[in-house]
């Protein structure tokens, strides 16, 4: 199931069960919607699933961190992927503004501009100089 909290909010007034969806095991993947009801980056939609993890008692889990990502790759059949972090591998990575906290939460609370580096297929697409 590929959850995007925000669109489903504006559209439907509310969103998944995703207490009902963990309880019954179903694979869970966030993804943004399109821009008119939805954020227009997966860090907008984390925000929102972690508000409304927490409104569904908690159920938040780290999946936006390696080992999350690791097992939803081993979960659609992915496993070694490119975006795995393995050596020969390119990788997906983005970095953040911030050294001190638990790094979920400063993922969740980052703001676009805090985003000092992003990585695709192993290649730097956006980054702030270095000062």
């Known amino acids: 199931m590929v959850w995007s909290p925000l669109s489903n909010y504006l559209l439907y007034g509310g969103t998944a069960d995703i207490q009902a969806a963990a309880a019954s095991g179903i694979k869970m993947a966030l993804g943004s919607d399109w821009a008119p009801s939805g954020s227009k980056s997966l860090l907008g939609e984390l925000k929102v699933a972690y508000l409304a993890s927490q409104h569904a008692g908690s159920l938040f889990c780290r999946a936006a961190g390696a080992h999350g990502h690791h097992q939803r790759g081993r979960d659609i ?55």
């Open 77 to 131: 059949g992915m496993a070694g992927a490119p975006g795995f972090y393995r050596a020969g591998k390119l990788a997906d990575i983005i970095a953040i503004d911030g050294k001190a906290g638990d790094p979920y939460l400063q993922l969740i609370t980052a703001r676009d501009a805090a985003l000092t580096l992003v990585v695709i297929d192993g290649i730097p697409r956006v980054g702030q100089p270095i000062s």
